[in-house]
């Protein structure tokens, strides 16, 4: 299995910092990598896919950068409703697998 | 607008089937990939398989000798079959659709939720 690696586990900013999640594949998983945001009792939604590409309805204040094992995703300008947890996820090998989460708070 | 529903019994006893549906609107699961992802506290969120019409379905690893997933187009839904349940099983179950583009493939539309307690 792909393993992923978020960091950090949970971090604490403010409305208006600009933040980053970094996510670890343990291969190469070229740019199959997806961005999650889900909020306590709702299911994730989709933000990111194929590394740097948003999907349709997404703030541009959120963005993908990476390949290959090193990926991150970045919010500028965080909005009150951004906090809430982020899981990356890879589409290279069976079993699709998912980071750990990294849940954003306030600061 | 698609919208993806989970149901089935929120309860379970050890050893037993689990058994939940997947009732799909605004698409037809004729197209496309059906997942099933399950999420808890202990092993976060967890890919279970998926299925596409004419196309056998794949499983994680880890489950496949209990799972099985498969269609229902009459209905336009699909099902999930987990075998011999333990505590581990114990989760918020979700459907989800997977979606290609860019030449990579995403889980763009999930349902609800459906949470299961193992327990006897």
């Known amino acids: 299995d792909v393993q992923m690696t978020q960091t950090p586990p949970s971090l604490s900013a403010s409305v208006g910092d600009t933040i980053t999640i970094t996510c670890r594949a343990s291969?190469?998983?070229?740019?199959?990598l997806n961005w999650y945001q889900q909020k306590p009792g709702r299911a994730p939604e989709l933000l990111i896919y194929a590394a740097v590409h948003l999907q349709s309805g997404v703030p541009s204040r959120f963005s993908g950068s990476g390949s290959g094992t090193d990926f991150a995703l970045t919010i500028t300008s965080l909005q009150p409703e951004d906090y809430a947890t982020y899981y990356c996820q890879q589409s290279y090998g069976i079993p699709r697998t998912f980071g750990q989460g990294t849940k954003v708070d306030l600061k | 607008h698609v919208q993806l529903q989970e149901s089935g019994p929120g309860l379970v006893e050890p050893s037993e089937t689990l058994s939940l549906t997947c009732t799909v609107s605004g698409d037809s699961i004729s197209r496309d990939y059906w997942n099933w992802i399950r999420q808890s506290p202990s092993k976060g969120l967890e890919w279970i398989g998926r299925i596409s019409m004419g196309v056998r379905p794949t499983y994680n690893p880890s489950l496949k000798s209990r799972v099985t997933v498969s269609l229902d187009t009459s209905k336009n839904e699909f099902s999930l079959t987990l075998n011999s349940v333990t505590a581990a099983d114990a989760a918020v179950y979700y459907c989800?659709?997977?979606?290609?583009?860019?030449?990579?493939?995403?889980?763009?539309?999930w349902g609800k939720g459906t949470s299961v307690t193992v327990s006897s």
């Open positions: 989800a659709r997977r979606r290609t583009r860019s030449g990579s493939d995403f889980f763009d539309v």
């Open positions: 291969q190469s998983i070229s740019i199959y």
